[in-house]
């Protein structure tokens, strides 16, 4: 098992155990950068933290919109 590999395994028990926190922590900087540039590049900055988003629940192999977190109520 190569570096990478076990560096893989450790970022999929993190989305798993923590996705909540890991989507929140996306958004915030996502917001951050936004307020920093003042918007100009609003656009592009939230397409980039959505697609983060759909990679880091792509990582537990299940694509199922959870980010590997506690499941979220449906409304």
Avoid at 17 to 24: I, L, N, R, S
Avoid at 40 to 58: C, V
Wanted: net charge positive.
């Amino acid at each position: 098992m190569g570096f990478l590999d076990k560096l893989k395994g450790r970022a999929k028990t993190a989305v798993d155990q923590h996705g909540d926190k890991v989507a929140g922590g996306i958004d915030k900087a996502a917001a951050m950068a936004d307020k920093k540039t003042k918007g100009r590049y609003s656009g592009q900055i939230h397409q980039g933290a959505g697609k983060t988003k759909e990679a880091l629940d792509r990582l537990d192999g299940k694509n199922d919109g959870d980010l590997g977190g506690p499941t979220r109520p449906s409304r």
